[in-house]
């Protein structure tokens, strides 16, 4: 059994979990089911997906409640060798709970003939401390599987991070710059792994020999007691409501993203407050007072005549 990565905090009450198995479900909804009356039973909460292929997901609850969750989940063989990654916590920080069933687990978007199975086809895991290393090397590239606005908020130093709205969009993106990547050693990563289990094997599909793959991802490398989060620039963007959180712990860590509108570095994430945009913007204390949390002027006026009308 993998062992659990945590993040020690002694006064701590909540614990939030992150965790996927690319593992064979037969019958996802009747799992999905008992997944269900296991999470309600133990009050988590936080977002899990359930497919054919196996299960993703992400929940907090209490300390005693999450031990419980790992140790049912390790009792089921399917699930024996999954690996938690955990954060100590002092509240839940989703609002619900909410678990789907779902073709993909992680959706790459490619058909029954095309898409990759990670347990057949993927990349080679490289620990932190070899993610590291290999960093260093010659002719490495090394390549952001997440989505843009991730990115923004933090990312590997000398990452290409494609401007890609989410993940299906990928296999677009490798056909289109494969000729860039000739020849080059690829190392991919991602916030804990499963993005990369499929873009790493689908860049291995495409004919190329030398691609690496973050075991564990962002996560792991930043609880990692050797490299420290060494060269993440930034913070690791979580989709729940922390945003980002703190991956960095040597002198290499800076903060990469800046104000909408005075350039000043800015670390936090806020949403357009015109709902009809909800974007997701850096706009630092001084600027929210003088602009308010909006993206733009447009957005502004939108929501101030909303206000007046009623």
């Not at 989703?94 to 687990?105: G, Y």
């Not at 959706?107 to 003939?113: E, Q």
Request: hydrophobic share 30%.
């Amino acid at each position: 059994m993998k062992s659990e990565l945590t993040s020690p905090a002694d006064s701590a009450t909540f614990q939030v979990l992150l965790y996927y198995r690319y593992v064979r479900i037969d019958n996802p909804e009747a799992y999905m089911t008992e997944h269900r009356i296991l999470c309600r039973e133990l009050g988590l909460r936080g977002r899990i997906i359930i497919g054919e292929e196996g299960i993703n997901g992400t929940v907090s609850g209490t300390n005693e409640a999450t031990n419980a969750y790992i140790a049912t989940m390790h009792a089921d063989p399917r699930f024996a060798e999954m690996e938690f990654k955990i954060d100590a916590s002092d509240d839940h920080v989703f609002p619900k709970m909410s678990i789907k069933v779902r073709d993909e687990i992680v959706r790459l978007g490619l058909d029954a003939t095309t898409d990759i199975d990670p347990n057949r086809l993927t990349g080679k895991r490289l620990s932190p401390a070899q993610f590291y290393q290999k960093m260093q090397e010659e002719e490495v590239v090394i390549i952001d599987g997440r989505n843009d606005y991730e990115a923004e908020l933090g990312k590997f130093k000398n990452a290409i991070c494609p401007t890609v709205e989410n993940f299906r969009e990928f296999p677009d993106w490798l056909r289109e710059n494969a000729e860039k990547l000739k020849g080059k050693k690829i190392l991919t990563y991602c916030t804990g792994g499963i993005r990369c289990e499929k873009l790493s094997g689908l860049i291995k599909g495409e004919g190329f020999d030398e691609v690496y793959q973050l075991d564990g991802g962002i996560v792991k490398y930043g609880k990692d007691p050797e490299v420290q989060g060494r060269d993440f620039e930034g913070l690791c963007y979580v989709f729940d409501e922390r945003v980002g959180v703190e991956v960095n712990r040597t002198e290499t860590r800076k903060v990469i993203s800046h104000c909408r509108y005075c350039g000043v570095e800015e670390p936090h994430y806020g949403n357009c407050k015109w709902p009809d945009c909800n974007e997701q913007i850096f706009v630092c204390p001084d600027c929210r007072a003088e602009h308010g949390l909006f993206c733009s002027s447009a957005c502004k006026d939108g929501f101030a005549k909303r206000e007046a009308e009623g």
